[in-house]
Protein backbone atom coordinates (compact mmCIF):
# COMPACT_ATOMS: atom_id res chain seq x y z
CA UNK A 1 0.00 0.00 0.00
CA UNK A 2 1.20 3.55 -0.39
CA UNK A 3 0.07 6.68 1.71
CA UNK A 4 0.35 10.07 0.50
CA UNK A 5 0.69 12.06 3.86
CA UNK A 6 2.46 15.10 5.50
CA UNK A 7 3.95 14.64 9.41
CA UNK A 8 1.58 17.79 10.10
CA UNK A 9 -1.95 16.63 9.64
CA UNK A 10 -3.65 15.34 12.83
CA UNK A 11 -5.73 13.35 9.89
CA UNK A 12 -2.80 11.48 8.40
CA UNK A 13 -1.89 10.84 12.04
CA UNK A 14 -4.92 9.24 12.50
CA UNK A 15 -4.11 6.43 9.62
CA UNK A 16 -0.82 6.21 10.73
CA UNK A 17 -1.90 5.32 14.49
CA UNK A 18 -4.29 2.75 13.42
CA UNK A 19 -1.80 1.08 11.02
CA UNK A 20 0.56 1.03 13.95
CA UNK A 21 -2.08 -0.09 16.86
CA UNK A 22 -3.51 -3.01 14.01
CA UNK A 23 0.17 -3.94 12.98
CA UNK A 24 0.40 -2.67 9.51
CA UNK A 25 2.70 -0.02 9.51
CA UNK A 26 5.27 -2.41 7.64
CA UNK A 27 3.16 -2.95 4.71
CA UNK A 28 2.70 0.74 3.94
CA UNK A 29 4.97 2.94 1.93
CA UNK A 30 4.94 6.29 2.81
CA UNK A 31 5.60 9.18 0.29
CA UNK A 32 5.56 12.94 1.78
CA UNK A 33 3.25 14.82 0.12
CA UNK A 34 2.89 18.85 -0.03
CA UNK A 35 -0.69 19.14 -1.50
CA UNK A 36 -0.04 22.83 -1.98
CA UNK A 37 2.54 22.16 -4.90
CA UNK A 38 1.51 22.05 -8.27
CA UNK A 39 4.07 19.29 -8.38
CA UNK A 40 2.07 17.05 -6.05
CA UNK A 41 0.12 13.86 -7.90
CA UNK A 42 -2.43 13.89 -5.10
CA UNK A 43 -5.02 15.79 -7.29
CA UNK A 44 -4.67 13.10 -9.87
CA UNK A 45 -5.82 10.33 -7.25
CA UNK A 46 -8.14 12.54 -4.94
CA UNK A 47 -10.09 14.98 -6.30
CA UNK A 48 -10.37 16.53 -3.75
CA UNK A 49 -6.00 17.64 -3.07
CA UNK A 50 -6.25 16.56 0.42
CA UNK A 51 -4.37 13.99 2.30
CA UNK A 52 -4.34 11.07 3.65
CA UNK A 53 -4.85 9.36 0.50
CA UNK A 54 -3.87 5.41 0.29
CA UNK A 55 -3.56 3.50 -2.80
CA UNK A 56 -4.43 0.21 -1.83
CA UNK A 57 -2.63 -3.15 -3.07
CA UNK A 58 -4.75 -3.48 -5.84
CA UNK A 59 -5.22 -0.12 -6.98
CA UNK A 60 -8.10 1.40 -5.42
CA UNK A 61 -7.44 5.01 -3.91
CA UNK A 62 -9.24 5.36 -1.12
CA UNK A 63 -9.93 9.26 0.81
CA UNK A 64 -10.61 10.75 3.59
CA UNK A 65 -9.71 10.13 6.70
CA UNK A 66 -12.06 8.16 8.68
CA UNK A 67 -12.30 5.86 5.45
CA UNK A 68 -8.69 4.99 5.31
CA UNK A 69 -8.59 4.42 9.16
CA UNK A 70 -11.79 1.96 9.01
CA UNK A 71 -10.17 0.22 5.78
CA UNK A 72 -6.73 -0.51 7.36
CA UNK A 73 -8.32 -1.41 10.53
CA UNK A 74 -10.30 -4.44 8.49
CA UNK A 75 -6.85 -5.27 7.31
CA UNK A 76 -5.21 -5.83 11.11
CA UNK A 77 -3.82 -8.22 12.79
CA UNK A 78 -2.48 -7.21 16.08
CA UNK A 79 -5.02 -5.67 18.69
CA UNK A 80 -8.96 -5.56 19.17
CA UNK A 81 -10.28 -3.73 15.77
CA UNK A 82 -10.59 0.17 16.74
CA UNK A 83 -14.18 0.24 14.95
CA UNK A 84 -16.89 -1.42 16.88
CA UNK A 85 -19.72 -3.68 15.37
CA UNK A 86 -23.04 -2.49 14.20
CA UNK A 87 -24.71 -1.13 17.92
CA UNK A 88 -24.76 1.67 20.66
CA UNK A 89 -21.10 1.26 20.95
CA UNK A 90 -20.15 1.74 17.11
CA UNK A 91 -22.11 4.76 17.05
CA UNK A 92 -20.48 6.19 19.83
CA UNK A 93 -16.86 5.67 18.60
CA UNK A 94 -18.40 6.93 15.37
CA UNK A 95 -19.49 10.42 17.06
CA UNK A 96 -16.35 10.88 19.01
CA UNK A 97 -14.12 10.59 15.64
CA UNK A 98 -16.80 13.40 14.21
CA UNK A 99 -16.17 15.64 17.28
CA UNK A 100 -12.65 15.36 16.99
CA UNK A 101 -12.53 15.16 13.13
CA UNK A 102 -14.38 18.76 13.31
CA UNK A 103 -12.04 20.15 15.89
CA UNK A 104 -9.19 19.48 13.76
CA UNK A 105 -11.30 21.31 10.34
CA UNK A 106 -11.77 24.09 12.83
CA UNK A 107 -8.01 24.61 14.07
CA UNK A 108 -6.66 24.06 10.96
CA UNK A 109 -9.14 26.74 8.77
CA UNK A 110 -8.67 29.07 11.94
CA UNK A 111 -4.37 28.34 11.08
CA UNK A 112 -4.81 29.08 7.57
CA UNK A 113 -6.58 32.22 8.08
CA UNK A 114 -4.21 33.39 10.28
CA UNK A 115 -1.95 32.91 7.12
CA UNK A 116 -3.38 34.97 5.31
CA UNK A 117 -2.29 39.03 4.41
CA UNK A 118 -4.09 41.43 7.90
CA UNK A 119 -5.49 43.24 5.12
CA UNK A 120 -7.55 40.25 3.88
CA UNK A 121 -7.73 38.09 7.27
CA UNK A 122 -11.21 37.60 8.45
CA UNK A 123 -11.66 38.33 12.27
CA UNK A 124 -16.08 36.90 12.43
CA UNK A 125 -14.46 33.33 10.56
CA UNK A 126 -11.40 33.00 12.52
CA UNK A 127 -13.47 33.87 15.70
CA UNK A 128 -16.20 31.33 14.10
CA UNK A 129 -13.36 28.17 14.19
CA UNK A 130 -11.99 29.07 17.42
CA UNK A 131 -15.89 29.03 19.36
CA UNK A 132 -15.64 25.46 17.58
CA UNK A 133 -12.59 24.69 18.77
CA UNK A 134 -13.76 25.78 22.74
CA UNK A 135 -17.59 23.89 22.08
CA UNK A 136 -15.71 20.91 21.22
CA UNK A 137 -13.33 20.73 24.08
CA UNK A 138 -16.28 21.52 26.63
CA UNK A 139 -18.55 18.97 25.24
CA UNK A 140 -15.51 16.37 25.47
CA UNK A 141 -14.97 17.44 28.94
CA UNK A 142 -18.76 16.71 30.12
CA UNK A 143 -18.98 13.54 28.46
CA UNK A 144 -15.10 11.96 29.19
CA UNK A 145 -16.56 9.14 31.38
CA UNK A 146 -17.78 7.90 27.72
CA UNK A 147 -14.15 8.00 26.62
CA UNK A 148 -13.23 4.07 27.08
CA UNK A 149 -10.73 1.96 25.98
CA UNK A 150 -9.00 2.12 22.49
CA UNK A 151 -11.79 3.05 19.47
CA UNK A 152 -11.32 4.76 16.94
CA UNK A 153 -13.68 7.50 18.69
CA UNK A 154 -11.04 7.70 21.69
CA UNK A 155 -7.83 7.65 19.19
CA UNK A 156 -9.30 10.48 17.21
CA UNK A 157 -10.11 12.75 20.08
CA UNK A 158 -6.09 11.73 21.44
CA UNK A 159 -4.81 12.97 18.04
CA UNK A 160 -7.17 15.87 18.25
CA UNK A 161 -6.47 17.50 21.16
CA UNK A 162 -2.52 16.79 20.62
CA UNK A 163 -3.07 18.65 17.35
CA UNK A 164 -4.17 21.67 19.55
CA UNK A 165 -1.05 21.47 21.52
CA UNK A 166 0.96 21.58 18.08
CA UNK A 167 -0.92 24.52 16.62
CA UNK A 168 -3.52 26.07 19.42
CA UNK A 169 -0.96 25.81 22.51
CA UNK A 170 -2.00 29.62 23.59
CA UNK A 171 -5.75 28.42 23.64
CA UNK A 172 -4.84 27.11 26.98
CA UNK A 173 -7.07 24.15 26.24
CA UNK A 174 -6.41 22.12 29.64
CA UNK A 175 -7.55 25.37 32.05
CA UNK A 176 -10.91 24.70 30.30
CA UNK A 177 -11.09 20.90 30.82
CA UNK A 178 -9.20 19.61 33.55
CA UNK A 179 -10.93 16.28 33.72
CA UNK A 180 -9.98 15.54 30.17
CA UNK A 181 -6.51 16.78 30.34
CA UNK A 182 -6.02 13.83 32.42
CA UNK A 183 -7.36 11.60 30.55
CA UNK A 184 -5.46 12.69 27.58
CA UNK A 185 -2.05 12.51 29.84
CA UNK A 186 -3.25 8.35 30.37
CA UNK A 187 -4.64 8.07 26.54
CA UNK A 188 -1.41 9.57 24.95
CA UNK A 189 0.36 7.00 26.43
CA UNK A 190 0.97 4.57 23.65
CA UNK A 191 3.73 3.53 21.22
CA UNK A 192 1.33 4.73 18.58
CA UNK A 193 1.38 7.86 19.54
CA UNK A 194 4.58 8.31 20.35
CA UNK A 195 5.80 7.07 16.47
CA UNK A 196 3.64 9.78 14.71
CA UNK A 197 4.59 13.11 16.84
CA UNK A 198 4.56 15.50 14.37
CA UNK A 199 7.42 18.64 14.01
CA UNK A 200 6.81 21.43 15.51
CA UNK A 201 7.41 24.42 13.65
Known sequence: ???????????????????????????????????WSPETVVPTLNPLGKIPTLVTDDGLTLFDSPVVAEYLDSLGTVGQPLF??????????L????????????????RMEGLRPENLRSASWTDRQRQAMTRAVDLLETEVDQLQGL????????????????RWECDHWRQRAPKLATWFTQASDRESFRLTVPPRG
Request: glycine share 6%.
Open 1 to 35: MKLFYSQTSPFVRKALMVAHERGLASRIDLSPTDV
Open 151 to 166: TIGTLSVVIALAYLDL
Open 84 to 93: PAAGPARWLA
Open 95 to 110: RQQAIADGMCDAAILR
